[in-house]
C-alpha cells in the first residue's frame, strides 16, 4: 500500500509532537515554570498571573497539536488546517522580525537563539507550504 505524503506526515508529527509537548507543561498548573520556558530561554518573574498567560499558551499549544494530528491522519482531507498551520509559522516568523528590537531585551533573550528560532518557524513553515497536498490532488480525492 503506498503511503502519499511521508515528508508532509513526518513534518507535521515534529510540530505536533513540540506543540503537545509544550502545550501540556503550560497547562499543568505543578510544571516548574523554568521548564516550560527551555524552549524559549527567555526570563520571567514568576506571578500568578504569568502562571495563568500559561495555562491559556499551554492550551492554545496543544490545540495546534491536535489540529497537526489531523493533518498527519489524512492530508488531503485536512489541507485546511495545514494551510491553517502555515498561516501560523510563517506570520510568527514575521511577527518575530518585526519585534526583533523588542522581545530579546524584554524577556532577556540571547540573540542568536531567537534567531535561530525564528528562523526554523519559517523553515518549517515554508516546508508545509512546500509539501502540502495541491489543489489538483485534492480534486482526485
Known sequence: MRHPYIPLRIVLGLVAVIHL???LLGVIPSSPLSFVLVFYGGALQ????IAH???IFGAYMLTIGALCIYGIW???RHKSIIHGIIFLLLFRGIQRILTVGQVPIVFGLVPDYYWIQTFLFVATGLALL???PKAIAANKA
Do not use: A, N, T
Open 74 to 76: 489524512d492530508p488531503v
Open 130 to 132: 512546500w509539501l502540502r
Open 46 to 49: 514568576f506571578s500568578p498571573q
Open 53 to 55: 498567560l500559561l495555562q
Open 21 to 23: 509537548s509544550i502545550g
